[in-house]
């Protein structure tokens, strides 16, 4: 597990960004965290560091925003309103994930048993002005992404 003390909105989004890169459009990641914790933040700078300019904001009531891009295709989900999660087959959930697909999941909580393996799971604590990021890899290729985080870091 790897942890990160932040400590504005342009710290997130700039961790954010460095996962992008690792990323190369491809992957699951789980966010959790209490609303207003930064999840849609984090979510912003992934789709900033790949090029998306426009307003990145919570799909709540859609549950799911898709951005596509040249090589990749990424789906920022927001499962906080879902009632049930079986309702996520009505939207063809198992579509969603794939080779060159990139699937950001905050509340994946709400889905448990309806979603695939997630590589990373990123946990947001909120500590005063402070946000707490502890990221844990869950596969193989989560675990060569955390590596490469740290190394990143370390170098920064």
């Known amino acids: 597990m790897i942890k990160f003390e932040l400590s504005s909105e342009q710290e997130m989004l700039a961790l954010g960004a460095k996962l992008a890169h690792l990323l190369h459009g491809e992957g699951v990641l789980h966010l959790s965290g209490d609303l207003g914790s930064g999840k849609t933040t984090f979510c912003r700078g992934v789709l900033r560091a790949m090029g998306y300019s426009g307003a990145v904001k919570s799909p709540t009531f859609t549950l799911v925003e ?23 087959e009505y939207i063809g ?64």
């Open 66 to 88: 898709p951005y596509q891009f040249s090589e990749t295709e990424v789906y920022h989900f927001d499962l906080y309103r879902l009632g049930d999660p079986g309702e996520l």
């Open 93 to 156: 959930i198992d579509e969603y994930f794939g080779a060159n697909k990139l699937c950001l999941i905050e509340w994946p909580e709400k889905a448990q048993g309806y979603l695939p393996q997630h590589d990373l799971e990123i946990a947001i604590d909120v500590l005063g002005e402070k946000r707490i990021i502890d990221i844990r890899a869950n596969s193989q290729c989560g675990e060569k992404i955390c590596t490469q985080l740290i190394e990143v870091d370390e170098s920064a």
